[in-house]
């Protein structure tokens, strides 16, 4: 059977060989040479791309606006010359041998001439887009205001942007927001670039530098019906040049600063910022091209300096809180409730022996934490990325061209996650090879991550505090220092004491329990952090993850075969496999964990009404090896009177659960994160004697403002927690009107879109705590039950960390009794004025319908409204552009497993002035970031950002 089957791919392979040959040899031949100039100037234009209409053989002019191109085909044929800023023009070729071809491209000033893929799958006018569609070109990258093109997203209507590094940014549309955004897909030439073990996107640290993007496609809302899973809030699309059409040299250097006026626990002088990229690509006589780029950012990140009190409940009547739990502070996450320690027995014999023993009932039942660490000490702040990309590309023919490409990155971060987490020395590796013509692909790529050196903050702050001290001596000498403070103020034995009295005793007993404590900067703390560092979860803080995704799909455009109506077809499969090697997942040596997944789709479009209206629709099916298959339908139309186009759509999305949470079995301090799959339920038995997280903090409360923790007032608040329905994937059902047309002459594009979206099985996160044994809620004091509470309910306010004996669980679930609804609108101006002035503007709204039950995450995590406003001429004058951004959004809550709490509104500019260097072929850029230096957060337990200003300069060989 194999040496039949190796025959048979000898035989195949010889007839595939013999056909192109056949058809390069035998096919005839047309060629044709001219020049390109500009229609005003009459300068020449150079790297104009010059394209076969239906094929993917091209060609781009040289120095001198000149260009040779020879093609494998009879005329007629038809050439397409383009350029950023200048109207395309189509130009058709009647003779065999054409010499002398002289092209005048005229500069563009009109709006809505772009032409988008992501919609449909297909090249369409974005005008005539089915849905909503934002797009930015080379000239819009090149000319942001922002201090990368990437942040300059935020501009585009719709976008969300949150961010937990200076370099690292998440992306999201319509609602429900995270730092790690799993609703949202974003592709660089077509490839997934979320990271394997996270399952969301990693901004741009592994894209394209600004040099190498041609453009950027922005999509708000489901397109799961063709980009399948996880394609659910939204798509970006990342487009990198082809080294066929931009060829030559080309590099820039930017020098900023950033940290101006620094706060408390920020540096307190401004901090350099180093950026630079280099971009070379060639091709050999239009048939074999490469490109190479590389890119590095260094800076000092921005900080988290959040000291908010996410315990505040617990502190009661005390004028602090000692059970506090800081959101930028950490190893304050273990807590203890210290009256659980009047019925130890060594506590009650060492209270004896120092004559307290009456102060044993002197306890009170008071949450404490330990003394933590601020972030600054914990977390490496020296924000690094290195970036290669490179592409091999070869046409072999007319109509099919070969490619490898290759995206690395690596550097240093820091993620924001249900902890904060250290990226350090991390990196990510992308490889793709790629079949591709004019109506069809074929491509398989990997992507490889590798964790490095990234450790987990929050568990270093702990460990650090367990290496001088563990935890049940410090509690311990809390306790009976607290009573030595009473009886020191003369506090009747097994009297409470007043306020003052008690905040005095909490006051001394950390002093006193805290000797010993390793001070941060010195010889102990730095040989701690070292030591913890350096160990793999959880015996130190250290993430071991090489964690895999691959991918195979295949398109295939029926333009040739079917006229009367607009056909694709499609397919894809996708593994995952974890190795993690049990610090994210329970994937130890004995456990492999791989997820598979399977899907396809078919799309028809057809014109009708004399062409006024097209309709489109297509179907997509997706296959997860854990849950059900998933059928996503979408239909669309767009009807079109002469620039206005009138467009309603219906459509679904689906999202899977995520890597994580199916699988996650983590220990972030203050909870076991597992996966929502049965196995991890049944693990750790978390329904045995469970009750809501969110009734426990009530409990907690109660307790705190002075209830006794037997008190059936305060039992009673608590809710038994028996089952969680299981998890499943989600479902959207998007309903999206618009309009997007062209007035005054086109000089005005105005572009609106409302949408309605009803979410079924809405995937979400639950905690609950365990206790010893049974707990009955609002039992009386003077029964069998009421005594059973007095041993097991009050455990329930102390959450217990250490690994293997962990009470608290967060873990995945769905909203299954109801729908969850949203909806929003968008619209969006740009007017071309005189003299190259363009001014435009959008405004977003968003908001949540549905109310979320107490306990359960919503993760909305969106402002109400958004707006941003952009003004600019690229051509002030020949040489001189400048360009100003100005956004603004409301204030709004943020929820997620890490903090939840208030995001505040803010307003911020951005702005920039270039100068052109003509006779150099460079640009010089002078900008700012936030250059009021407004300091202000875009997530809940996010760093606090500040202004960057820059100073950069841009060679490019093609430049004209």
């Known amino acids: 059977m194999l040496h039949n ?79 950023v800023g200048f109207a395309t023009q189509e130009v058709e070729i009647t003779q065999e ?26 090249e369409e006018s974005i005008l005539q887009s089915p849905v909503t569609v934002e797009k930015m070109d080379i000239l819009a990258i090149r000319e942001t205001a922002s201090d990368s093109y990437y942040k300059a997203i935020a501009n585009l209507k719709g976008v969300d942007v949150t961010s937990s590094s200076i370099n690292f940014q998440i992306l999201n549309a319509r609602g429900f927001n995270s730092t790690g955004n799993t609703r949202f897909v974003q592709l660089t030439d077509g490839m997934d670039t979320q990271a394997p073990a996270l399952n969301f996107p990693i901004g741009n640290l592994n894209g394209p530098s600004e040099l190498d993007v041609e453009s950027v496609e922005f999509i708000p ?126 506590i009650q014999t060492q209270a004896n022996a120092l004559g307290l023993g009456g102060y044993i009932s002197s306890i009170p039942d008071q949450v404490v934490s ?143 329990a805290d000797v010993g404590r390793y001070l941060p900067g010195s010889q102990q703390f730095e040989q701690a952090t070292s030591q913890i560092r350096s160990q793999v979860i959880p015996q130190g803080a250290l993430f071991n993850d090489q964690s895999q995704m691959n991918m195979v799909e295949g398109q295939y455009n029926f333009k040739n075969e079917i006229q009367f109506m607009d056909l694709l077809a499609g397919g894809s499969y996708r593994i995952y496999d974890l190795r993690s090697n049990g610090t994210i997942f329970a994937d130890v040596e004995g456990n492999d964990i791989t997820i598979q997944e399977i899907g396809a789709f078919v799309q028809g479009a057809k014109r009708v009404v004399n062409d006024k209206l097209k309709i489109t629709g297509s179907l997509r099916y997706d296959k997860n090896e854990n849950f059900e298959g998933q059928f996503s339908p979408r239909i669309s139309g767009v009807w079109t009177e002469g620039n206005s186009n009138f467009r309603a759509s219906f459509q679904t999305g689906f999202r899977m659960p995520t890597t994580q949470g199916q699988h996650i079995d983590l220990n972030v301090v203050s909870a076991r994160l597992i996966g929502g799959l049965p196995f991890y339920r049944e693990k750790y038995n978390i329904f045995e004697n469970s009750f809501s997280l969110a009734s426990v903090q009530r409990y907690a409360a109660a307790v705190g403002a002075g209830a006794s923790p037997v008190d059936p007032a305060a039992t009673a608040l608590l809710q038994r927690v028996e089952s969680l329905p299981d998890l499943r994937p989600e479902q959207v059902r998007s309903t999206e009107v618009g309009y997007k047309g062209l007035l005054n002459n086109n000089r005005l594009l105005i572009d609106m879109a409302y949408y309605y979206n009803v979410y079924n099985d809405f995937i979400t996160q639950t905690a609950v705590r365990k206790a010893p044994g049974p707990v009955f809620p609002g039992a009386a004091l003077n029964t069998d039950q009421g005594a059973i509470n007095a041993v097991n309910a009050p455990t329930l306010l102390t959450p217990v960390t250490i690994p293997g004996q962990e009470n608290t669980f967060q873990t995945y679930t769905n909203i299954v009794d109801r729908e969850v609804r949203a909806h929003g609108a968008v619209i969006g101006l740009t007017y071309n004025l005189p003299k190259n002035y363009t001014i435009s503007g959008n405004y977003n709204f968003n908001r949540l319908i549905t109310e979320f039950e107490e306990g359960f995450i919503s993760d909305f995590n969106t402002p109400e409204h958004k707006t941003n406003i952009m003004f600019g001429n690229r051509k002030l004058t020949q040489k001189l552009g400048f360009n100003v951004a100005y956004r603004y959004q ?71």
């Open 221 to 346: 809302g489901a397109a799961s019906a063709l980009y399948g899973p996880n394609a659910f809030n939204g798509i970006l699309l990342v487009n990198s040049k082809s080294p066929f059409d931009y060829q030559g040299l080309s590099a820039f250097y930017k020098q900023g600063f950033n940290h101006f006026n620094g706060r408390p626990g920020e540096p307190s002088a401004p901090q350099p910022m180093y950026e630079g990229a280099i971009r070379y690509a060639h091709a050999f006589n239009n048939k074999l091209a490469f490109k190479i780029s590389a890119s590095f950012l260094e800076a000092t990140d921005w900080h988290g300096t959040d000291a908010t009190d996410l315990n505040r409940e617990a502190q009661g009547s005390l004028p602090f809180n000692p059970g506090e739990n800081q959101v930028h502070v950490f190893g304050d996450e273990v807590s203890n409730n210290i009256g659980l320690l009047r019925n130890v027995a060594a």
């Open 370 to 512: 330990r003394t933590g660490y601020e972030e600054r000490y914990l977390v490496d702040y020296g924000a690094k990325n290195y970036k290669f990309n490179g592409a091999l590309h070869y046409r072999i023919n007319d109509r099919s061209e070969l490619s490898y490409t290759i995206n690395y990155g690596a550097g240093t971060s820091v993620y924001t996650g249900a902890q904060r987490y250290s990226l350090n020395n991390f990196n990510i590796t992308q490889h793709k090879l790629e079949l591709k013509g004019d109506n069809y692909f074929l491509r398989a790529y990997t992507t490889r991550e590798n964790s490095g050196d990234s450790y987990i903050a929050d568990l270093l702050g702990v460990n650090i505090n367990d290496s001088w001290k563990n935890n049940s001596a410090w509690f311990g000498e809390y306790t009976l220092n607290y009573m030595g403070a009473l009886a020191q103020q003369q506090v009747a034995p097994g009297a409470m004491g007043n306020p003052a009295q008690q905040a005095m005793a909490h006051q001394f007993a950390r002093q006193q």
């Open 5 to 83: 089957y190796a025959n048979l791919s000898k035989i195949l392979s010889l007839l595939l060989i013999g056909f192109f040959w056949v058809q390069h040899s035998f096919a005839q031949q047309t060629s044709i040479s001219g020049k390109v100039t500009e229609a005003d100037t009459k300068d020449p234009l150079i790297g104009v791309n010059i394209l076969v209409k239906g094929r993917v053989m091209g060609t781009v002019t040289d120095m001198e606006g000149n260009f040779r191109l020879s093609v494998n085909q009879a005329p007629p044929l038809t050439l397409v010359f383009s350029m």
């Open 97 to 122: 041998n054409v010499s002398g071809l002289s092209i005048a491209l005229a500069e563009q000033s009109f709006l809505g001439q772009e032409v988008v893929v992501s919609a449909s799958r297909v």
């Open 890 to 960: 409301t204030g709004f809550r943020w929820e997620s497993s890490f903090a939840q709490g208030d995001v505040p509104e803010f307003h911020n500019v951005d702005a920039q002035v270039s100068y052109r260097l003509k006779n150099i072929k460079s640009i010089v850029k002078l900008g700012g970031s936030n250059i009021f230096n407004n300091r202000y957060i875009l997530n809940f337990g996010g760093p606090t950002i500040g202004a960057i200003y820059y100073l950069s300069i841009t060679f490019d060989e093609l430049l004209n």
